[in-house]
């Protein structure tokens, strides 16, 4: 792990020569700033979400709506992050999966 701005940060974990934005699915996750629990809070083993957590679902619900070809699988929110499955289908465009 390197520093920035005096904060250990940890490198890249992007392939050097990966096109993502090449058809495919892509696992996503989202964190809150400083890992603060905005999203909502886990009550009996259930995710209750708090009205932020709702707008972040909102929002996630609604990127297919913003990008076209663009679709989200699969997603979870958690109190301070959210997991995502993105998936990118172009007609006409070869994907990076082999």
């Not at 972040?56 to 913003?66: D, G």
């Amino acid at each position: 792990m390197t520093l920035y701005k005096n904060k250990y940060r940890i490198e890249s974990i992007r392939l050097p020569n990966r096109n993502y934005a090449a058809n495919g699915y892509y696992f996503v996750t989202i964190c809150t700033h400083k890992k603060i629990c905005y999203f909502g809070n886990i009550v009996n083993y259930q995710m209750q979400l708090s009205s932020v957590g709702k707008i972040a679902q909102k929002f996630w619900q609604e990127i297919p709506n913003h990008f076209e070809h663009i679709h989200i699988d699969a997603y979870v929110i958690m109190p301070n992050h959210l997991h995502g499955i993105i998936i990118i289908d172009r007609p006409n465009q070869t994907s990076n999966v082999e």
